[in-house]
């Protein structure tokens, strides 16, 4: 009996002690538990506010412009509030006096999250109200470089019948050769003759590269004809179609919305001057998903046939001046321009004289890119016209420039097409291409 009685005690006690470490091992557990739940809690707060703060700073423009005089409600369908910035106060001294434009070009204002967080500053530019005429015209695009550009580089077949490459590695696709051994090239024929002319001799080529100026040293390589040849390929000049997109009263006129570039390597031509002209659309290859369509024009470059010179080629388009407004222009409608802030998702329409006759086709606008990262493309649409999807299924190469309206006014133009689906394409705010505050 009493062997049993201790056995018993004992078999109590360790299960007191059993119970007991379960028991603390269970609050500590507990505690850990919620220690992992709230770091956990406040990494995921962090990480919702980051990309919330990502989020609203790339749905509130860098900059946005507003008529003189004009009462501007900041309503950007975020959370944020807007606050002048104080150092920028006197602008609203000049704002009510005449050459507004001038004395207050612009202030700065901060958005700031829930009234608290600052997530961006925005630069708002005063502009001069202004009336443009939507023109939706093909027109016939020339352009000489300044310079002679380089496509590529090739081999060259000497004398002896061997290959050799005396370009490679010291002239780049891209590069602009603008003299050789100090003297002024401007055209092909130009390169040529001056190669030619110093032989097998080492030659120095003044090159523009990028926004850098760089002398080059290369010896030409007599081919198996008897010319001195630097195996490189080189273009002076180009033309294509492309549509006109406004003009103003003083004749000033934008078109295209991109730049003028070469087909071969997609760099911009560095215009040396340039002209636009009278075009026909002969034919129209209508856009598949893969294969981007394109229009067919003939371009008349007859002296009456010059519709005006080119000032400047930029990523923003080509802007210039009209010696005339073409007849078929005639009947252009003037718009007022809407900013960017005031375009809405929905409906809009596209303006195209593709067909032979003015014509609006209805498009959906489905976002809009305020980060300016890829400044013409800041407007995503779709057509939806019927007729244009049976005319071209789309958006195709030259319709480029064609202007964009909603609710009565100018919002952009339409400036590229997706491979994909030529359904869908990319246009540029209205305000960029008139560069509104110069």
């Known amino acids: 009996m009493v062997s049993s009685l201790i056995i018993c005690q004992k078999k109590i006690y360790a299960g007191a002690v059993f119970r007991g470490n379960k028991l603390r091992n269970g609050v500590i557990m507990k505690n850990r538990f919620y220690q992992v739940m709230q770091q956990i809690t406040w990494v995921g707060a ?57 004395k207050a070009p612009g202030y700065t204002v901060t958005c700031k999250l829930f009234g608290i967080f600052p997530i961006k500053d925005v630069e708002v530019r005063i502009a001069e109200g202004e009336k443009v005429y939507a023109s939706g015209l093909p027109i016939g695009i020339y352009v000489k470089t300044d310079g002679i550009l380089v496509l590529g580089t090739s081999r060259v077949t000497d004398a002896d019948g061997r290959e050799c490459y005396p370009a490679q590695n010291l002239i780049k696709s891209g590069d602009y050769i603008v003299s050789v051994n100090g003297e002024p090239v401007y055209e092909k024929e130009d390169l040529m003759e001056k190669i030619d002319a110093y032989g097998e001799e080492r030659e120095i080529l003044g090159i523009r590269r990028g926004g850098e100026y760089i002398e080059v040293s290369i010896t030409p390589v007599e081919s198996e004809q008897g010319r001195h040849l630097l195996g490189i390929w080189v273009r002076d000049d180009l033309a294509g179609v492309g549509t006109l997109t406004y003009y103003t009263k003083d004749g000033t006129f934008g078109a295209l919305g991109h730049a003028v570039s070469d087909g071969d390597t997609g760099v911009e031509m560095k215009l040396e001057e340039g002209w636009i002209y009278d075009a026909d659309i002969v034919g129209i290859k209508r856009g598949q998903n893969g294969v981007p369509g394109e229009l067919s024009g003939v371009i008349d470059y007859g002296k009456g046939h010059c519709l005006g010179t080119i000032m400047e080629n930029s990523q923003l388009g080509i802007r210039g001046k009209l010696d005339r407004v073409p007849k078929t222009a005639a009947q252009a409608a003037g718009y007022d321009v809407c900013y960017k802030q ?46 244009l999807l049976e005319l071209t299924g789309g958006i195709v190469q030259g319709m480029s420039g064609s202007p964009i309206i909603q609710d009565g006014k100018m919002i952009g133009a339409v400036t590229h097409v997706f491979v994909s689906d030529a359904s869908q394409g990319y246009g540029i705010f209205i305000e960029k291409m008139l560069d509104a505050v110069g």
């Open 46 to 102: 962090f990480l919702i506010l980051a990309f919330a703060v990502k989020t609203f700073y790339q749905a509130i423009p860098d900059e946005i412009y507003i008529e003189a005089g004009e009462k501007v409600s900041y309503e950007f369908d975020v959370p944020v509030s807007v606050v002048l910035k104080e150092e920028e106060a006197a602008v609203f001294e000049n704002l009510a006096q005449a050459g507004a434009v001038e």
């Open 342 to 387: 005031d375009i809405r998702l929905g409906t809009a329409y596209i303006i195209s004289a593709v067909s032979g006759e003015y014509e609006t086709y209805e498009i959906q606008i489905e976002s809009l890119d305020y980060s300016g990262k890829e400044e013409n493309k800041g407007i995503l649409f779709r057509v939806t016209d019927p007729k």
